[in-house]
């Protein structure tokens, strides 16, 4: 009986396990993506600090600081942008891998439902018929659901993209800085 669930068991852990690698991956890359924005929040606040001591009057303090809030409106924007690029990213990851794990899962429930339905007895015809209409029904279904959440992700994308023309990215900005220094 054990030998019976062994198959089972064994792909529902390299499932998990594929899981788990797959969060563990998106949590490295908001890490880098915090250092990288800790970073540039640490050089931003120097050059301001800097800027800050060589103001000699009040005009020129007014605008520096109007300046500053401007520049640190647009590092925290970027960074938003940024996050936001690597969610969609990661949903998009997360989204391939329930679609290929639940079409191997509805593969297999359709193949063993046609092969006990091969196996009804007679006069039960109308109950078959009936059956593989409902299935039909529900394999269309789950085919509308994916064109309407894939049409949802496009407009959410274009949002993004609609974003990214007014906030810079974050982590642009720093590898950029970053060659500079090398």
Known sequence: MQN???????????????????SL?????????SLEQAKVNAELAQTQ?????????????????KSQLENSAKSLAGFAA????LSQEFQAESTAFAESHFDKAQTAANKAIAENLKK????????????KAALDAGNKAIVEVRKNAKKSVEL????????????PKAAAKTS??????A
């Open 120 to 131: 009804a007895p007679e006069g039960s015809e109308v109950a078959v018929n009936a059956v």
């Open 49 to 65: 600090l800097s800027s800050m001591m060589e103001v000699k009057d009040p005009a020129a303090a007014i605008e520096l600081l």
């Open 176 to 181: 950029a800085r970053n060659k500079t220094r």
């Open 25 to 33: 991956s998106q949590v490295e890359r908001f890490t880098e993506l």
């Open 156 to 167: 959410a994308q274009e949002s993004l993209a609609e974003l990214k023309k007014h906030a």
């Open 4 to 22: 019976q669930f062994k198959p089972q068991v064994e792909n529902s852990l390299e499932v998990a396990l594929e899981l788990a690698n797959l």
């Open 82 to 85: 940024t996050a936001f690029e």
